[in-house]
Nanobody
Framework: QVQLVESGGGLVQAGGSLRLSCAASGSILSINVMGWYRQAPGKQRELVAT???????NYADSVKGRFTISRDNAKNTVYLQMNSLKPEDTAVYYC?????????WGQGTQVTVSS
């Protein structure tokens, strides 16, 4: 099993920044992809950004140029730096890990961007 714990959400004004953190524990060997997803009220969960062990990253078009995903393998932690936040970025943000065909999810952290 893999446990994921997110932190760093909160309330911020439009144009501001937040950094989310996700600490992984448990059976973390063979995790090959970690990422961030979000779900706004009344909408489906959507991909925000992913990062592979090989260093490849992928971003949703809506966040390209504003968000940056990074990993600290020594701390088993993945980060999401969010800049130039917009009200439409308001959502619950979930950390995810993918390992050997299984996916694991954190409990989510709320990000609210006021206009």
């Amino acid at each position: 099993q893999v446990q994921l714990v997110e932190s760093g959400g909160g309330l911020v004004q439009a144009g501001g920044s937040l950094r989310l953190s996700c600490a992984a524990s448990g059976s973390i060997l063979s995790i090959n992809v970690m990422g961030w997803y979000r779900q706004a009220p009344g909408k489906q969960r959507e991909l925000v950004a992913t990062s592979t062990n090989g260093g490849s990253t992928n971003y949703a078009d809506s966040v390209k140029g504003r968000f940056t995903i990074s990993r600290d393998n020594a701390k088993n932690t993945v980060y999401l730096q969010m800049n130039s936040l917009k009200p439409e970025d308001t959502a619950v943000y979930y950390c995810a890990a993918f390992k050997l065909g299984r996916d694991y999810w954190g409990q989510g952290t709320q990000v609210t961007v006021s206009s």
